[in-house]
Nanobody
């Protein structure tokens, strides 16, 4: 079973930056879109940013202008550059992929990477 492995989280002061990495354990051939999600304590998991194989991107309104998603050509590694971090960005960040054939988000979740932004 393919899984994403997330890394790069940590503790940072408000206004700081972090770069998260998401690496696939196998080929992402059947995945058309990769997304970064986050889940804060007591809250639902939410989609933060996504990137398609053609490089199209989309962002949660609250992170637009601060976060940038990018990926290598094979889309087996995707990054999330997070700048001007705010305490409300504190969450566990995960990756997942959208199955082209099943036409839905798959179950490729990794263990996540914790981001803590102190005020």
């Amino acid at each position: 079973q393919m899984r994403f492995v997330e890394s790069g989280g940590g503790l940072v002061q408000a206004g700081g930056s972090l770069r998260l990495s998401c690496t696939a354990s196998e080929s992402t051939f059947g995945i058309s879109v990769i997304g970064w999600y986050r889940q804060a304590p007591g809250k639902e998991r939410e989609l933060v940013a996504l990137i398609s194989r053609r490089g199209l991107t989309n962002y949660l309104d609250s992170v637009k202008g601060r976060f940038t998603i990018s990926g290598n050509d094979a889309r087996d590694t995707v990054w999330l550059q997070m700048n001007s971090l705010k305490p409300e960005d504190t969450a566990v960040y995960y990756c997942n992929g959208f199955d082209r054939d099943d036409d839905r988000w798959g179950d490729y979740w990794g263990q996540g990477t914790q981001v803590i932004v102190s005020s």
